[in-house]
């Protein structure tokens, strides 16, 4: 038993016909020895193990497992290790990054993509969290197991909160080994009272996910094991003091990379560059002429919509261009929010959800006639990004058009009255009846950022009143809960990253507009929730697919959802500055490396002239099309959810990710540098050295080795000033340095 929590461990041959299980060989850890045996049939496997205390942490120890064929062979099989957990609990919370949450132990909505609750007994104001068929713990009785691919999580590792005995237990474990990707899976016993953790290798699933499916049959394969054949299983395991759910995101955020060790960056086009890129292609193919507004998507399914309010582009995408964009870009943002207030909004002060072909239509997927029905996600993104415009056109001292302010005071007020009746502002509404139709979730979570911007530009105490009872509401039932849920309109209720990533910025927003240190603290414990389906390392794509040729990196792709199990560039739809306030606050590198990590990656999925990105979905990798300029698509597959063809792929596409790759240039600075300290990080695709510091001054190297001209800002304090205040639109005024493509820079910082 390991520190009192009842872990045991056992190893396992296993023999597939297919994917089915046939036949199998155990043997139990024996702490006295370091070398055990399995028979199966005519086949010997040596099993030799030594664990290992990890000298820089008392809690961790190192576990390398090697199985080896002495005798005989072993055609479709794979080894494995387990953990057993004797003193298991359905009480106990399982994390499977960006994978599950509470072993997604939530009510089951059996539906066909793309999915909306409509059921009487499934809708309602209270209802429980309420997901689709995937990957999970079993909340009923009856068989319960999580088999999943390290490519289906952002990181290979399982994590639980012991709630009986305060214990964390966190595994972390690598992408594969030698005969290719590794499994991890989670079982329960019966009657919940013992549960396994085990990473097997090759990975063999019962079944596999499609989406919404979590019933597909298996493709996966053993392996062909022959006499003097070895594999090696390496693991880490931690166990730790643990009071609470967010105490294991804490060590989580702590250890993820401690098997990966931080990541190289590749330098591959400046953000400026792609801003450059990016704006030419939004007003080549992303302004709708007959309506005279930005469209977010230029696909004609009604689905999508031409325009979509906030979530994936509408009233966003116009941010950044009002701020850096041309003369053409302003004047078109300009139209598109006009558009927004005379189209979109409805008597209530609410927004309808979809613009399409000339029609409002509303966010039921299967009803989109019904235009009343409305995700209010989509609604909140509106009230943060609006106040955020308006801000900014006053630090510009450019006019604000008639009828925004009192626009956007008309949408506040709708999210007051729905408060002020319900205590909670749900995830679906009536937008005429003012009526929440789908409740329980924190899909609007960024509604409390919007209404203490509000509150504080139009000197509204009572947005800000509300926005701090909306922040302390979504924090004791979702963040402190380790669960936020159904930001995407199409996944019911499933954990997502995008109501995690929203209450981010709520809570930083609450932070600055409040001087109340609490909110800072919810701050860092969802920030380290975000960080979970943040992609930790980079991913070993197979050498034929596009983004091994390419040399695409994962680290810093941003997981969508337990439903839709792919990572994409950026967060959906922000730009992650909200790390880089979080990090001044609190001296605390972690958010910084993070918000690198996450930028960084960014732009490398963008197709460009020089280097067109080539669409190889699927089966297609001998084909010739390939994306337009400035278009990014969002997905970072390294799941095999849409089939292993897709692992490593270019699926094509426009997004979102176009807007938060905007933000990113606008919102975040390209280098900061700290002249007491002399700390330096670089975010940009450029590299920052200091090659003379002294009292008086500092001198810093700023080089660029891409083909591209970097034209960033640079943010320079010294570390007694970290606690001021940013506030919106802050990178406005700081200081722009531009570097010609394959040259340096030196900066000289008066202290």
Known sequence: MINGIGCTFDFKLTQYDGANPIRSATCAWDESNDEQQLMLDDSLLNVVYSWNRVKSNEDAIDCEVTFKVVQGSVNE???????????????????????AYNGNRFRVSEQEYPPMLELEDEIGVNIPTTITDVPRLNLNEGPSKIELRTGDLATPAVGCFLRQQKKGLLLLTHQGTAVGDSGLTVEESGDRSEASISISAPAVRSSKYSMCNTEEPSDDRGYDFHELDEVTIKFRLYVFDCPDIPSLFDYFSKIRKDLTGPTELRHEIPFSASWDILEEKYNRDNWQRDYEFYRSSTSP??????????????????????????GLSKERSVKTLNFLFDTIQAPS?????????????????RRHEENSIVLLRKNADVLYFMTKQLMLLDKLGEPIPAGWKDGLIRACDAFVRLWNKYGQFGQFVDLDKEEIIIGGSASAGIAPAGLALAGQYFNRPDYVDIAKLAGQYYYE??????????????????????????????????????????????????????????VSYDYEYGEETEFRKLDLRSTGAVWASVQNKHAAPGICTFSGATLFKLYRATADDFYLDLLRDIAHNLPQYMSREDRPLRISWGGNRNGTAYSPPGWMGERVNLSDWEGKETIGEVAGGSCWCEVSCMLTYFEVPGVYIQS??????????????????????????????????????????????????????????????????????????TK
Request: net charge negative; charged share 20%.
């Open 477 to 534: 039932h979702f963040v402190k809960q380790g669960v936020t849920t159904g930001a995407p309109g199409e996944i019911c209720q499933c954990p997502d990253s995008e109501s995690a990533f929203a209450l981010l910025e709520s809570y930083v927003v609450l932070y600055e507009a409040t001087g109340d240190r609490k909110w800072l603290g919810m701050a860092e414990e969802t920030a380290k929730l975000c960080a979970t389906w943040v």
């Open 676 to 749: 007491d300290t002399g700390y330096i990080c670089a975010i940009d695709h450029v590299e920052a050295e200091v090659v003379d510091n002294n009292p008086a001054t500092m001198t810093v190297k700023l080089m660029n080795r891409t083909n591209f001209t970097a034209k960033f800002k640079v943010f320079v304090e010294n570390t007694s000033e970290m606690t001021k205040v940013l506030g919106e639109n802050a990178l406005l005024d700081h200081r722009t340095i531009l570097i010609e493509p394959a040259s340096d820079y030196t900066l000289t910082i």
């Open 301 to 326: 399914d009604p689905t999508f919509g031409e325009w979509q309010t906030g979530w994936v582009g509408g009233a966003i995408n116009t941010y950044p261009m009002l701020a850096i964009g041309d």
């Open 77 to 99: 099989a794979s080894v494995s290790v387990g953990l057993m957990l004797d003193r298991w609990s359905q009480d106990n919370y399982l994390l499977m990054p960006a994978a």
């Open 349 to 365: 002060g609410f927004f309808y959800g979809i613009y399409c072909k000339g029609n409002r239509l509303g966010d039921a997927f």
